[in-house]
T-cell receptor, first 111, second 113 residues
Framework: QKEVEQNSGPLSVPEGAIASLNCTYS??????FFWYRQYSGKSPELIMS????GDKEDGRFTAQLNKASQYVSLLIRDSQPSDSATYLC???????????FGDGTTLTVKP | NAGVMQNPRHLVRRRGQEARLRCSPM?????VYWYRQLPEEGLKFMVY????????ESGMPKERFSAEFPKEGPSILRIQQVVRGDSAAYFC???????????FGPGTRLTVT
């Protein structure tokens, strides 16, 4: 079993719809959770971090964390074609330094 | 505030040569991480360094790979006697604290011919 699992996709949504990206992790001591966006040929760009159970909203993005279920998700409201990218989920233990990444979910937003 | 800087952006080496990849962390960041991304694959952790110290090298191949982060200057990832399987994108990230967000540099794309 992988430490961090994501649906590889591709996930396709129409412009203006809500895109839902999911991530599960196996290590119960994980404490910090991050979502990155990576365009093809580019480096990962941090879009959200979440540390506590519940929801965290930033503009069109909402991260949701459920530590009991070992589950973290990212919702993108009013999806735009420019949101088309691979979304990477990353988790790490407190003070561990390194992040463990999922393989990413490829999102396509169709105009 | 300059972001994480990496150079070179593209590097071509013949099999058996050495590759040196450089990373300057974001201003105010003293924690540096190296990741490798093979074509069509995910990001894999290689090594975590602070100034003059290797904190975690659990993701580094046992041979040919080494990393340093000297008191002065950038962090260096060194690959000796490169092979075609080393062809990948190598990303450096930095953070202010070990548990805070990591910000990535633009990466170095290594091609071994």
């Amino acid at each position: 079993q992988k430490e961090v699992e994501q649906n590889s996709g591709p996930l396709s949504v129409p412009e203006g719809a809500i895109a839902s990206l999911n991530c599960t992790y196996s290590d119960r001591v994980s404490q910090s959770f991050f979502w990155y966006r990576q365009y093809s040929g580019k480096s990962p760009e941090l879009i959200m971090s979440i540390y506590s159970n519940g929801d965290k909203e930033d503009g069109r993005f909402t991260a949701q964390l459920n530590k009991a279920s070992q589950y973290v998700s990212l919702l993108i409201r009013d999806s735009q074609p420019s949101d088309s990218a691979t979304y990477l989920c990353a988790v790490k233990d407190t003070n561990a330094g390194k992040s463990t990444f999922g393989d990413g979910t490829t999102l396509t937003v169709k105009p | 505030n300059a972001g994480v800087m990496q150079n070179p952006r593209h590097l071509v080496r013949r099999r058996g040569q050495e590759a040196r990849l450089r990373c300057s962390p974001m201003k105010g960041h003293s924690h540096v991480y190296w990741y490798r991304q093979l074509p069509e694959e995910g990001l894999k952790f290689m090594v975590y360094l602070q100034k003059e110290n290797i904190i975690d090298e659990s993701g580094m191949p046992k041979e040919r790979f080494s990393a340093e982060f000297p008191k002065e200057g950038p962090s260096i990832l060194r690959i000796q006697q490169v092979v075609r399987g080393d062809s990948a994108a190598y990303f450096c990230a930095s953070s202010q604290h070990p548990d805070s967000e990591q910000y990535f540099g633009p990466g170095t794309r290594l091609t071994v011919t």
